[in-house]
């Protein structure tokens, strides 16, 4: 009598099944962007969407007549601007957005790594500051919007709305440097990222800081001369940060 031929093993199935399992795992991550491409990614469009507005209103403004109230002058700058005065919030929203998901990715895979106190600080803090720096530019609109409804010759008066926004650029500003300095002195420790651009970012973030605070106590409303070292400090943060977010977003893009 001939015996039956041996049913083929459990485990050889089980086998098989994580096989194709593996297969359908790499076939996913191949269709799919890895965290640290599309937080990389991120960090790059992010900066370049705060610098068009940037450059644009660097190319396209001017600066107050001294004696005039700075408020009124930014004002009207944001009154005349047409749509442009509108688009400008819109990509410098979007691109905040898309660099605090950059960054707090970057903290969530590197502490993975080695836990870093001074990175989460810096991380939390370029949080906190973005979210004020979105608030800032949906004045914008405050400012535009109430002109349109109550008149220009009431809203002569209402140069509030820009002294609002300064008021929020000093302070957020102030936390969001803070946190910037906080994160390229952990990069120059953990030496992620280039060199000398995370030790640039790091000793301009500490002087930019203090230039917060030294116009928060020396500005004169009717003084263009006593913020320009504020906006000079902005104006070159901006070039700084463009290198420093698009320079984070290229090494993660590699990994």
Known sequence: IRRPP?????????ASDVYKRQ???????????????IGGLCLCVGAALLTIPFLLQIT???????GSLIWRYFANEITSGGNLTLLYPLLSVLGIAFLVFGIYTLNNLLQKEKEDGLLSLGTVF????SIGY????????HILWG????GSEEWTDAALGMTMEIGLVMLFGIVNWSGIQCLSSAMVVRGYGNSTLMKVTSVFAGLHVVNHIYTI?????????SIMPFFIGMSLGQLVL???NVSLGMQMMKE
Request: zero cysteines.
């Open 6 to 14: 041996r049913s083929t093993p459990l485990y050889s199935s089980a």
């Open 23 to 37: 297969l359908l795992i790499k076939e996913y991550h191949m269709k799919t962007m890895s965290l640290n491409k």
């Open 60 to 66: 396209l403004g001017g600066t107050p007549e001294e």
């Open 126 to 129: 370029v949080i906190l500051g």
């Open 134 to 141: 979105m608030i800032v530019w949906s004045l914008d609109y």
């Open 147 to 150: 002109q349109t409804v109550v």
């Open 217 to 225: 106590f020396n500005l004169d409303p009717m003084s263009a001369s």
């Open 242 to 244: 463009l290198a420093f």
